[in-house]
């Protein structure tokens, strides 16, 4: 191991604290659900506020920076240029942003919304519930989510690649807190903490996910002991991708990922209502605009409804947890990128393909259930798991399109958990972009023995509820990196310059 590993305390602190959570989880996962619930209500009761207000601020800077003087600035040297051609890059920033998620939710999300509306008299299942439910899921996956990656992402690629400094979230804080050892360690476990037990929720349900599709398709049985052979495949898939490096491994199932939901979006598109989705696209970013400051600051104080909290506050609460890995890995791939360049890409790019894909998926559940008396809602209703095999029902060469499906969500999950050792071993080993093998696979071992863990307990649920808690100290982190961001930039040579 290491030399990085042997002396950086957050290795060994971060590795103890998630064996006695995964101890505990798998014990007494009802006890442990029940804290875990009980420490993410308080949270988001009384910080709900907070973390709208804070990712409504990420989008504002962010903007506002790519327009200025500022946005000219490169992410490494002055003469550098992108390490991956662009569409490589696209690929790696939805696969570690997105992933497995966006294939889950993008049929899920409007559908849920469709059958249980955002809004207290609005009549569900009715043309106008299904306008609002894809004008609010293009809201959840559009640029606010992305902020809160980008922020980290940026700061940490220039501090990496400008200035030649460890790409840790403590070092992009120490502008506004200064050098202290104790609390640079407690922020970096912290965020290893929150990696760690994220993906493995995220494997997990991903492993769920992919046996409920290989029981509507070849009627293999939901059991515990398929889940753990699903497990198997993956965890040797991505140590042997991890052993191949960033350049190999990462970067050919990134191109192959985005290949794939491309021929995916592709299809149905065509042979879905294509009319039919290219209007809700249309309408959709339509409602998204309109409605992007009311959606970005609404709560229900007058009311005490709960959806806000449920869904938005939620999704926010969980880019925020993801913050570290996913921030880390988005500046890793982005050097001699400007920061204009960055922002766009970051920003702008992954949420369009997304909002496409919710547009297709999406809408040709909603079209089908409107006009085709299906039940979809319904059965998503019951099951979230099967909501896109369903959606699959009433289109060409369904299994065929069930089973490219599970592999998409394989080769996603694959892509995550790889990129995610990458990073963990990275946040371990003091920032070095080239962590040592061997941590990578301790890290990657330490994923699936989580998630497998969890399967046999039954709490899963519960684990991922109690990585979104880290979330309210992180966003306090989040607010003091663009503090320390704007200190650093405003001395920045190349601005300097610029100004001149």
């Known amino acids: 191991m290491e030399k990085h590993t042997y002396k950086n305390p957050v290795f060994y602190v971060s590795s103890i604290i998630i064996l006695l959570i995964v101890i505990l989880g798998a014990s007494v996962p009802e006890r442990f659900g029940q804290v875990a619930e009980a420490l993410f209500d308080f949270t988001t009761i009384n910080f709900g506020w907070f973390y709208l207000l804070a990712v409504f601020i990420f989008v504002l800077f962010l ?12 992410l490494g040297p002055k003469d550098s240029r992108p390490e991956y051609p ?19 939710w993008g049929v899920a999300e409007p559908m849920s919304h469709f059958f249980t509306t955002p809004f207290e008299g609005l009549e569900a299942q009715t043309e106008e519930s299904a306008r609002i439910a894809m004008g609010y899921a293009f809201f959840h996956w559009g640029v606010s989510q992305w902020s809160v990656f980008a922020i980290v992402g940026l700061i940490i690629a220039y501090l990496q690649f400008k200035k030649d400094r460890k790409g840790l979230i403590s070092t992009s804080i120490q502008p506004v807190i200064g050098m202290n050892k ?3 360690n407690t922020i970096d ?16 349900l991903g492993i769920l996910q992919m046996n409920g599709g290989l029981k509507h398709v070849f009627n293999i049985p939901n059991t515990v002991w398929v889940q753990i052979a699903i497990a198997g495949v993956m965890l040797v898939t991505y140590l042997l991708s991890s052993s191949t490096g960033l350049n190999k491994g990462i970067k050919w199932l990134s191109n192959l990922n985005l290949g794939l939901c491309l021929l995916l979006l592709v299809f149905v598109f065509l042979a879905g209502p294509t009319v039919f989705i290219l209007n809700t696209f249309v309408l959709g970013l339509g409602d998204y605009f309109t409605n992007f400051v009311q959606y970005s600051l609404r709560l229900t104080p007058y009311s005490g409804e709960t959806w806000v909290r449920d869904w938005t506050i939620f999704y926010w609460a969980w880019a925020i947890a993801w913050s570290p890995f996913v921030g880390a890995f988005v500046a890793r791939v982005s050097k001699g990128r400007t920061i204009r360049e960055f922002v766009f890409g970051v920003l702008i790019v992954p949420p369009v393909i997304a909002c496409l894909w919710i547009a297709a998926f999406g809408g040709t559940a909603i079209f089908s259930d409107l006009n085709a008396g299906t039940e979809i809602a319904e059965a998503v209703n019951e099951d979230m798991a099967v909501a896109l095999f369903e959606t699959y029902g009433d289109l060409p060469l369904s299994n065929i399109l069930s089973l490219l499906t599970i592999f998409l969500i ?5 892509t995550s958990a790889d990129s995610a050792t990458y990073i963990l071993g990275s946040m371990t080993s003091k920032g070095s972009l080239n962590p040592a093998l061997v941590v990578k696979l301790i890290w990657g071992i330490l994923i699936t023995a989580i998630a497998v863990v969890l399967l046999l307990a039954g709490g899963l649920d519960a684990l991922q509820t109690a990585s979104l808690t880290s979330a309210l100290p992180f966003t306090v982190i989040l607010l003091l990196i663009v503090v320390a961001f704007i200190r650093m930039i405003k001395k920045d040579p190349e601005a300097k310059k610029e100004q001149k």
């Open 189 to 204: 476990s912290l965020a290893v903490i929150a990696t760690v037990m994220g993906v493995a929720t995220s494997l997990g």
């Open 63 to 74: 903007f506002g920076i790519s327009i200025t003087k500022y946005g000219k600035i490169r």
């Open 410 to 414: 394989f080769t996603f999950l694959v």
């Open 182 to 184: 104790g609390v640079s």
């Open 86 to 104: 662009f569409f490589t890059w696209i690929g790696m920033l939805f696969s570690a942003g997105f992933g497995a998620g966006l294939v889950f």
